[in-house]
Nanobody, 120 residues
Framework: VQLQASGGGFVQSGGSLRLSCTAS????????YAWYRQAPGKQRELVAT???????NYADAVEDRFTISRDNAKNTVYLQMNSLKPEDTAVYYC???????????????WGQGTQVTVSS
């Protein structure tokens, strides 16, 4: 599975960005997808997950500001990020893994990452 992420950029605090991730797999619709991020000097963290059937899960830090969605017809996963804060600045990675979600789930494939920078 190859994952191509796009949509990162520079935005002022309070602004919005939408990340997209297109996956090259015939099994797109059954996989679980997730966005991770890593800020300089910090550990990588899970941001949001979307499973088959569109069940979603979010990190506390982004709950109510970010929305993950999927378009199975386009093999694409999105991350809509609103009310961005400087602490959201990070490289965001699109990932894919087997069906399922929760503490036992982990991705098998990683995209190349896209930089999001939020100025104060």
């Amino acid at each position: 599975v190859q994952l191509q992420a796009s949509g990162g950029g520079f935005v002022q605090s309070g602004g919005s960005l939408r990340l997209s991730c297109t996956a090259s797999t015939a099994l797109f619709s059954i996989n679980t997808y997730a966005w991770y991020r890593q800020a300089p000097g910090k550990q990588r963290e899970l941001v949001a997950t979307i499973a088959y059937g569109a069940a979603t899960n979010y990190a506390d830090a982004v709950e109510d500001r970010f929305t993950i969605s999927r378009d199975n017809a386009k093999n694409t996963v999105y991350l809509q990020m609103n009310s961005l804060k400087p602490e959201d600045t990070a490289v965001y990675y699109c990932t894919a893994g087997p069906p399922g979600y929760g503490s036992g789930w982990s991705p098998n494939y990683w995209g190349q990452g896209t930089q999001v920078t939020v100025s104060s």
